[in-house]
């Protein structure tokens, strides 16, 4: 078996970081494997960087694929289709893998389903796994809930986190046979992670800054910062978080809110202090030790959760719900007074809930089953 190959497809951040402890599964066990990345995050600090702090082997192909407008997402979905079919073609592999619920994680699955339709013309079957499996917001407006949806019912192997995703798909339809509860990858990331991270980065004392003693924001969501109305709500919403603790808020931007920001001539509050995107092993510093996490990254509060801080989720939503049902994350919305009281909750909350997102050895079980 271990001479079938896989694909491993992504375009984010936290796909590089959630696909890394498989990819290093693999080559502890000599599986054959090709990487794709097509783009979609492409600034140094969000790409580049992460392969060389992960130790992971060079992306086979760069597609280079950028958005070009929000409203343009059948294009940017679109193309990433017909370069990734180009490369499945030629390469054959046994299994797509992708991660999450990107418009990278929806090209790459229906490539490979529509490569799979003229398996009489191909001769062959390209399977696709789908990691973290199951999430929901139940917010058809997001286009990740869109995305993850389809590529669940386009999957051969739904890895889901936790049984509650399980259930969730069982009662969509989905086989129980293609279910998989592993546990998520972000566990095994973060344990291979944190230790490299204390020895080598000293982030704390580059920005003058001490642990717990201040806030760590993260926010770029489409919903969040493409509406002005709501943008400013949140920023307001923050100036009172800082006027209440008086502890400086760290807010490493994504290059989408930096362009939003401009666009709306929007200013960042007092107290928030605006540092350039950072590499994963300084992030995760940042994190680890901060008082209070703040972020409409679905990523962000299952890292929060694992690491037990505290974290406040600036959405009307989760597709990370059982990080709320754990009391290590509150949903505030976007009001700024909700989001004032839902800091003040968490700021004293007690740190002492359980992990509900696995033991460590999510990569190990999926590549288990994939090789059976």
């Given at each position: 078996?271990?001479?079938?190959?896989?694909?491993?497809?992504?375009?984010?951040?936290?796909?590089?970081?959630?696909?890394?402890?498989?990819?290093r599964?693999?080559?502890?066990?000599?599986?054959?494997?090709?990487?794709?990345?097509?783009?979609?995050h492409?600034?140094?600090?969000?790409?580049?960087?992460?392969?060389?702090?992960?130790?992971?082997?060079?992306?086979?192909?760069?597609?280079?694929?950028?958005?070009?407008?929000?409203?343009?997402?059948?294009?940017?979905?679109g193309?990433?289709?017909?370069?990734?079919?180009?490369?499945?073609?030629?390469?054959?592999?046994?299994?797509?893998v992708?991660?999450?619920d990107?418009?990278?994680?929806?090209?790459?699955?229906?490539?490979?389903?529509?490569?799979?339709?003229?398996?009489?013309?191909?001769g062959?079957?390209?399977?696709?796994?789908?990691?973290?499996?199951?999430?929901?917001?139940?917010?058809?407006?997001?286009?990740?809930?869109?995305?993850?949806?389809?590529?669940?019912?386009?999957?051969?192997?739904?890895f889901?986190?936790?049984?509650?995703e399980?259930?969730?798909?069982?009662?969509?339809?989905?086989?129980?046979?293609?279910?998989?509860?592993?546990?998520?990858?972000?566990?095994?990331?973060?344990?291979?992670?944190?230790?490299?991270?204390?020895?080598?980065?000293?982030?704390?004392?580059?920005?003058?800054?001490?642990?717990?003693?201040?806030?760590?924001?993260?926010?770029?969501?489409?919903e969040?910062?493409?509406?002005?109305?709501?943008?400013?709500?949140?920023?307001?919403?923050l100036?009172?978080?800082?006027?209440?603790?008086?502890?400086?808020?760290?807010?490493?931007?994504?290059?989408?809110?930096?362009?939003?920001?401009?666009?709306?001539?929007?200013?960042?509050?007092?107290?928030?202090?605006?540092?350039?995107?950072?590499?994963?092993?300084?992030?995760?510093?940042?994190?680890?030790?901060?008082?209070?996490t703040?972020?409409?990254?679905?990523?962000?509060?299952?890292?929060?959760?694992?690491?037990?801080?505290?974290?406040?989720?600036?959405?009307?939503?989760?597709?990370?719900?059982?990080?709320?049902?754990?009391?290590?994350?509150?949903?505030?919305?976007?009001?700024?007074?909700?989001?004032l009281k839902?800091?003040?909750?968490?700021?004293?909350?007690?740190?002492?809930?359980?992990?509900?997102?696995?033991?460590?050895?999510?990569?190990?079980?999926?590549l288990?089953?994939?090789?059976?």
């Amino acid at each position: 078996m271990k001479n079938k190959k896989l694909a491993f497809i992504f375009g984010t951040r936290p796909e590089i970081i959630k696909l890394s402890p498989i990819i290093r599964e693999c080559q502890r066990k000599k599986v054959s494997f090709f990487c794709i990345h097509t783009g979609q995050h492409y600034s140094y600090a969000l790409d580049t960087i992460f392969f060389k702090e992960l130790r992971l082997p060079k992306p086979e192909y760069r597609l280079q694929i950028k958005s070009k407008a929000p409203f343009r997402q059948g294009e940017h979905t679109g193309t990433m289709l017909i370069e990734i079919e180009k490369i499945l073609l030629r390469e054959m592999p046994y299994c797509v893998v992708v991660q999450g619920d990107t418009n990278t994680v929806l090209a790459a699955a229906l490539t490979a389903e529509k490569i799979s339709t003229t398996s009489h013309y191909t001769g062959f079957y390209i399977k696709v796994a789908h990691v973290e499996a199951g999430l929901r917001s139940f917010d058809r407006s997001m286009p990740e809930e869109v995305n993850r949806f389809i590529a669940d019912h386009l999957s051969d192997f739904l890895f889901v986190p936790t049984k509650n995703e399980q259930k969730l798909l069982l009662r969509e339809g989905v086989p129980s046979s293609w279910i998989h509860v592993t546990g998520n990858t972000i566990v095994d990331a973060l344990q291979q992670s944190l230790a490299l991270a204390r020895r080598v980065n000293g982030i704390l004392g580059k920005l003058a800054i001490s642990k717990n003693a201040y806030m760590l924001l993260t926010l770029h969501r489409q919903e969040n910062v493409d509406s002005k109305i709501v943008f400013k709500n949140i920023l307001k919403g923050l100036e009172s978080v800082y006027e209440k603790f008086r502890l400086p808020v760290i807010f490493p931007m994504h290059p989408r809110t930096q362009k939003r920001l401009k666009v709306f001539n929007l200013k960042i509050p007092f107290g928030i202090k605006v540092i350039e995107p950072v590499g994963f092993l300084d992030f995760l510093s940042l994190e680890a030790d901060s008082r209070l996490t703040l972020t409409d990254s679905g990523g962000v509060q299952e890292e929060s959760c694992i690491l037990k801080v505290p974290c406040v989720t600036l959405r009307n939503n989760t597709e990370r719900p059982q990080t709320v049902l754990v009391d290590a994350n509150v949903v505030a919305g976007t009001n700024p007074e909700n989001i004032l009281k839902a800091a003040i909750k968490m700021y004293g909350t007690s740190r002492r809930w359980r992990n509900p997102l696995g033991d460590g050895t999510a990569a190990k079980q999926i590549l288990n089953i994939l090789l059976k």
